[in-house]
């Protein structure tokens, strides 16, 4: 069985911030006291007052993780508990930034008392001269992540206890914003000895005051200007632009107005992709997730959705078709992931899909709906066993194009060129390449080179149109060597 745990909070300063019930508390007792760190002023103080305790500085020496320290911690209170009721002494109020109060909490066969504690949030505040009601955020500075964050809210980063955790900080925080960005150090706000230090943010972990655990990081609000890279202030820009005083051109967009740009935008990202233009594909998938925002904001003008049940509609989407990561299932290969998207998929679907070769998109280019087509009727077995086999076809379909031109017979070589793509798009199926993204790296190639017998004949003064196609394939042959 195990014996009450009293948690006492030793506020943020010394004795003297005390109420006389904690003293007395912490001085008249017959239980032993256990203290989370015994650098702290109200420890220190009792420590001169003769008060026996029992500290945990040494498990911060011994171990690299906090979340070890912490669990080690919990672990010796509730062996001492064993044997009796016990008082557990911890900085500032058990209730702020104290992960070993809430191991102790989440342990329902574990009596937990808690009182006591003045916050050293109200100093800081005092300190500081901010109002938390302007919007605020307290950050435990050794487990946090940057995607939490709020910058336009005043920020705290409480438990920077030395410089590699100050180092994080920093590192996390210039993801964000600029090196010279105006930050402070807080030391033991509230009391005697406090101290702020106005510094850049990339000064830190370099003048950090050294291994103190009454440090704070205070980081003010960030203006908008600085925030361009964030969501919050792109939906911001997006609403504007659609707003009473924004822009006539995007105020007059629709869903339907604005498909013809998706598009563009696609194939002009596919573009940057095959260049290997890291900048191109920034730009470009910017251009996309403009067309996303446009969309969103529309939907959201008219009453019917908004970006927030677009991403609630592919977040969902992701963690149901994926039970290897967020469920109880397992995935060893990619073929097992394959299965389960389409058997998902298909469970979603319902009824919706009467026939296999349902969902493929109307507007696909010819090419790569050929693709999609025979992608689908794979799935279900309708393959060829042998990839041989889809060769000789192609042979096939190639003597009847001949034939048709042989015939002169204009509909039919249309009607049997078809068939030779058709057939093309299954061998790109099978070697798992898609037929419109290695078209268009060919057109792209086109394009280059014959860009360049222009550039060539042109530094000549010659006309391309008088040019023998012998010169034009020397520029061309070029060009390839070039590559």
């Known amino acids: 069985m195990r014996h009450r745990i009293e948690v006492i909070g030793l506020g ?10 904690i003293y007395k508390k912490l001085v008249n007792r017959d239980t032993p006291l256990f203290v989370r760190t015994s650098d702290h002023p109200v420890v220190k103080q009792l420590e001169g007052e003769g008060i026996s305790f029992t500290s945990f500085d040494q498990f911060y020496k011994t171990m690299d993780q906090f979340v070890d320290v912490y669990q080690h911690i919990t672990s010796t209170l509730l062996e001492k508990a064993q044997d009796g009721p016990i008082v557990y002494a911890v900085p500032g109020h058990p209730m702020l930034a104290e992960k070993t109060v809430q191991l102790l909490l989440e342990l329902e066969d574990v ?3 808690v009182s006591g504690g003045h916050s050293y949030l109200d100093a800081l505040f005092t300190s500081l001269k901010i109002d938390p009601i302007d919007g605020f955020q307290f950050v435990d500075g050794t487990s946090f992540d940057r995607g939490q964050l709020d910058y336009r809210h005043h920020i705290v980063f409480s438990q920077v206890y030395d410089e590699f955790v100050a180092s994080n900080v920093k590192l996390e925080l210039l993801e964000d914003l600029p090196p010279d960005y105006p930050v402070k150090i807080v030391e033991a706000s509230g009391t005697d000895q406090e101290k702020i230090t106005d510094i850049h943010l990339e000064e830190l972990d370099k003048t950090f005051p050294g291994i103190h655990n009454l440090i704070s990081i205070y980081v003010p609000p960030v203006p908008d200007e600085m925030l361009h890279h964030t969501f919050t202030r792109l939906r911001e820009v997006i609403a504007a632009l659609r707003g009473p005083d924004g822009c006539p051109w995007d105020r007059t967009q629709t869903h339907e107005t604005l498909r013809e740009y998706a598009i563009e935008e696609v194939y002009e990202l596919i573009e940057a992709i095959d260049e290997q233009d890291d900048d191109g594909i920034v730009e470009e998938l910017g251009d996309i997730l403009l067309q996303v925002m446009l969309h969103s904001q ?4 008219d009453g019917y959705f908004t970006v ?7 977040t969902e989407k992701m963690i149901h078709r994926h039970p290897h990561v967020f469920g109880d ?3 060893k290969s990619v073929d097992v992931v394959y299965r389960t998207w389409d058997a998902i998929k298909q469970e979603e679907k319902g009824d919706q899909r009467k026939s296999v070769l349902d969902g493929v998109p109307i507007g696909l280019p010819a090419l790569a709906k050929a693709f999609k087509l025979q992608k689908k009727a794979a799935k279900v077995g309708f393959d060829w066993d042998d990839i041989q086999d889809i060769w000789n076809k192609l042979q096939e379909e190639l003597e009847e194009v001949q034939e048709a031109i042989t015939a002169q017979n204009q509909p039919e070589i249309e009607k049997e060129l ?4 058709f057939v093309l798009a299954n061998i790109s199926r099978y070697y798992k390449i898609n037929p419109e993204i290695a078209l268009n790296q060919t057109n792209q190639k086109f394009l280059s080179r014959f860009s360049h017998i222009e550039r060539e004949l042109q530094v000549q003064g010659k006309d391309i ?13 070029q060009a390839k060597r070039k590559e």
Not at 308 to 314: A, C, E, K, L, T
């Open 329 to 331: 299932q397992s995935a």
């Open 465 to 477: 149109r008088e040019t023998p196609l012998e010169e034009m394939d020397h520029y061309w042959n």
């Open 12 to 21: 943020a300063g010394d004795l003297d911030q005390l109420t006389l019930g």
């Open 111 to 113: 009596p937990v008392e």
């Open 298 to 301: 529309i939907g959201e003008d």
């Open 308 to 314: 927030d049940d677009v991403i609630r509609s592919i």
């Open 418 to 421: 078809g068939d030779v793509l």
